[in-house]
């Protein structure tokens, strides 16, 4: 029921929006789950993580800039829908503001969430997600031209770090092989 709801909120998004879409929330939502089972995650913790990825870009509907922010207040208005306590509503709140970059996760479940955020990273299908996100921040003029997209891509593949052991293991060699691919064009 609370993933149909989400996901018909998300319906509204702009199409613009060719990444933070409903397919890249879908992924997060996989990815977490499987990272979860990875880590040992009990299976109440993995809800909440699966709740959290659900939620985490529908900012988007609103905002950009600060979109995460927006995501938290909109899962508060939801909640008065489903039934979650306090201390689980505090949790997801969390989960969702870890995923804004930089990431800086402080515990395993936002460990999960932003790996699973940025899982495509390290995929054979990053060559085409990250089209998608080139696309979206030329629309919303995040980057200029295609020479400023390269150096942002560099540059963030660069920095960014898996924060579990079991994406590290999964994904960082393949990210490195990714990058190597954008640093050759």
């Not at 609370?2 to 879908?26: P, S």
């Not at 977490?32 to 939620?55: C, V």
């Not at 990431?103 to 699973?116: F, H, R, S, Y």
């Not at 089209?131 to 400023?148: P, S, T």
Request: aromatic share 10%; glycine share 4%; with cysteine.
């Amino acid at each position: 029921m609370i993933h149909a709801h989400v996901l018909q909120h998300m319906k509204g998004l702009d199409t613009r929006l060719t990444y933070h879409c409903i397919e890249h929330t879908m992924d997060v939502v996989k990815h977490s789950g499987r990272i979860a089972l990875d880590e040992g995650i009990n299976e109440k913790e993995t809800y909440l993580l699966s709740i959290a990825a659900l939620y985490h870009d529908t900012g988007f509907l609103y905002t950009y800039a600060g979109h995460e922010k927006r995501s938290c207040e909109i899962f508060i208005q939801d909640t008065s829908i489903f039934n979650f306590t306090e201390g689980e509503k505090n949790i997801i709140i969390e989960l969702i503001m870890s995923t804004k970059v930089p990431q800086l996760p402080k515990n395993l479940l936002q460990k999960i969430i932003c790996d699973a955020d940025l899982d495509y990273l390290g995929r054979n299908d990053f060559t085409d997600i990250a089209e998608r996100l080139r696309k979206e921040f030329l629309c919303y003029r995040i980057v200029a031209n295609q020479e400023d997209w390269h150096n942002l891509q560099i540059r963030f593949l660069q920095k960014h770090q898996y924060h579990t052991n079991s994406s590290r293991l999964l994904r960082e060699a393949f990210k490195k092989l990714n990058l190597a691919g954008i640093m050759e064009q």
